[in-house]
């Protein structure tokens, strides 16, 4: 059986604040799967004056979203879990769950019934 691995993120820089005097650091993790992989970049329109982009890496069983948050000094990776319906990922305290073309941001620590903090569609530049 041949195994196909992807290098899935590759320079993404560590998350924590670097002093002016601090090296750079990257992070590279690999997925290896036994099928197919996709990676996909998505544009979505969330209202703000710039579109933002979010990239999905499937890889079975691992369902990834690399997702820029207005809030953090680096996009977050998010991961797939379970969903009543669409797909729903999660990064620390963030929720970005993406129903067809559309997609929402929530704060967790916010509660339940809280309202989406980003509600997002896809950018679709066909004339």
């Known amino acids: 059986m041949t195994t196909k691995s992807i ?14 005097s601090a090296v750079e650091s990257t992070l590279q993790l690999q997925l290896s799967t036994d099928q197919d992989f996709e990676r996909r970049t998505i544009t ?32 977050l990776v998010f991961v797939s879990v379970v969903s009543a319906s669409g797909v729903r990922y ?10 067809g073309p559309e997609a929402t941001l929530y704060d967790a620590t916010l509660g339940d019934d809280a309202e989406p903090l980003l509600t ?8």
């Open 120 to 127: 997002c569609s896809e950018f679709n530049d066909t004339p």
């Open 44 to 75: 979505y329109d969330c209202g703000a004056e710039t579109p933002i982009q979010v990239i999905y890496l499937n890889a079975v069983p691992n369902f990834l979203a690399v997702v820029p948050i207005a809030d953090e000094p680096q996009p």
């Open 7 to 20: 290098a899935a993120l590759t320079a993404l820089a560590l998350l924590a604040p670097l002093p002016a």
């Open 90 to 99: 999660v990064s620390g305290h963030w929720v970005w769950w993406t129903k």
